[in-house]
């Protein structure tokens, strides 16, 4: 589906919209063909670099001398109003540098380990079958994100970290306009500020009354340890995880959904056995790279990579979507093949920032593709696919709403 293009020069400014729902934007092909580390523009003007392979996005994810520190004037930005804010609670895990990084990751991995996700599996089971059974008992045709795509890790996330789902309204509509690259800062601020009030409200009420869900058990775990809280730095925790835990999961849900219904020979082959719908899982994470710019940097130092010389406080994007799709990777990379084994794809990221609810977002896909199909194997799309809401001003694609039938 890709169209040939011209390459990207620094007159391309990024973020380049995807050609379709299904391919990266046509640029991507030829920046890889220039090369590993190309030059290009971003909306406030300035310049940064993009690593196109997925060797050197690797080498530059694991390499300390880039910095995650979003705030630094460097890091480049792709928002088109404004540059990200300093928190009134300070910097959570995904923006933080060593030494720091390390130890507040581990502060909070063993909540994310493949053992204790296998333990949430009875209930996510639970949560997606009731939303399914709603979905059957309902009109037709069903909006997909509203009944399955959005509820179920919210539901999940909600209830890890000890949020009132009730509230599912309010963060939602937060999250996803927090994300949007299109609206004002003005806008962006009040909801930061607004999710930042309501979760501050939160772990106050919970360092009072400690429930157990991970913020009642990290409270107390800070309290045995270092005989006090760090309020804000829960506050920012909690903000990172609701928000990381619900926007990504769902739209690979309603992604998902809609790549193996266009594509009904894959489809066959989870139908077939559920054993390998975790292989499947993996490619449609490849296929759609929903976070792309997730992983971007800033050098702190002069480092060179793929023989590209980046210097000290340039911003480079780690271009996952283009590693995803290089050639030298994943033969006929465009393709979805459910049965490639793609496993080093870098659609969580790589290095010390991969992804921490990677093992959570991956039971929650598969349990989610296995119980739709099972028990809705007639399901498909209502409208036609070049009709969709596809997200494309959003910072992590997907879909705002997904009418099937049955
Ligand atoms: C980090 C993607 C689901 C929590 C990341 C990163 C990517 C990513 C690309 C790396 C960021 C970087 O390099 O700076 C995804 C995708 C998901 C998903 C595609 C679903 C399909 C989740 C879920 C949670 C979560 C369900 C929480 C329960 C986090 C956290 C980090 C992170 C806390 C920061 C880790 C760190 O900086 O050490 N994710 N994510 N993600 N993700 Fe996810």
């Known amino acids: 589906m890709t169209e040939v293009a011209e390459p990207a020069t620094v007159d391309d400014v990024f973020p380049l919209e ?45 390499d300390p001398r880039f910095s995650s520190d979003r705030f630094n004037p460097g890091f480049p930005t792709l928002v088109k109003n404004g540059r990200p804010q300093r928190r009134r609670f300070g910097a959570s895990l995904i923006n933080m540098d060593p030494p720091e990084h390390g130890a ?10 493949v053992k204790r996700m296998k333990a949430l599996q009875p209930r996510i089971q639970q949560i997606v079958d009731e939303h399914i059974d709603a979905i059957l008992a309902g009109p037709k045709p069903a909006d997909l994100v509203s009944a399955l795509a959005l509820p179920v890790p919210s539901l999940v996330i909600c209830e890890q970290l000890g949020v009132p789902y009730a509230d599912h309204d309010f963060f939602q509509s937060r999250s996803s306009i927090l994300l949007n690259r299109e609206v004002t800062q ?50 920012s925790l909690a903000f990172l995880l609701l928000l990381a835990g619900h926007e990504t999961t769902a739209n690979m849900i309603s992604l998902g959904t809609v790549a193996l219904l266009e594509n009904p020979d894959q489809l066959e082959i989870i139908k077939n056995d559920p054993g390998k719908t975790l292989d499947a899982v993996e ?49 006929d990379a465009d ?13 969580f990221g790589f290095g010390p920032h991969q992804c921490l609810g990677q093992n959570l977002a991956r039971m929650e896909l598969q349990i989610v593709f296995d119980t739709l199909f099972r028990r809705i194997p007639e399901l498909k799309l209502a409208a036609p696919v070049d009709q969709l809401p596809f997200k494309h001003d959003s910072a992590i694609f997907g879909l705002y709403c997904l009418p099937v039938t049955w």
């Not at 507040?104 to 380990?113: L, N």
């Not at 309290?223 to 804000?232: I, K, L, N, P, S």
């Open 18 to 62: 995807r050609s379709c729902p299904f391919a990266p934007p046509p640029a991507y092909e030829k920046l890889r063909e220039a090369g590993p580390v190309q030059r290009v523009g971003l909306p406030d003007g300035s310049e940064a670099w993009a690593i196109t392979r997925l060797e050197e996005v690797r080498q530059m994810l694991t």
């Open 104 to 113: 507040a990751r581990r502060e909070v991995v063993g909540e994310f380990t």
């Open 186 to 235: 003005e806008v962006r601020v009040q909801a930061v500020e607004e999710m930042q009030d309501f979760l501050d409200k939160l772990v106050a009420a919970k360092e009072a009354d400690p429930t157990d869900d991970l913020l009642g058990r990290q409270i107390l775990k800070q309290r045995e340890e270092h005989g006090d809280v760090d309020h804000d730095s829960l506050v």
């Open 283 to 331: 490619e449609l994470l490849r296929y759609f790279t929903i976070a792309e710019f997730a992983t971007s940097r800033v050098a702190t130092q002069d480092v060179e990579i793929g023989g590209q010389l980046i210097r000290e406080g340039e911003g480079v994007l780690g271009l996952s979507y283009s590693g995803n799709r290089d050639e030298t990777a994943f033969e």
């Open 335 to 347: 393709k979805l093949d459910l049965e490639r084994g793609a496993r080093h794809h870098v659609a």
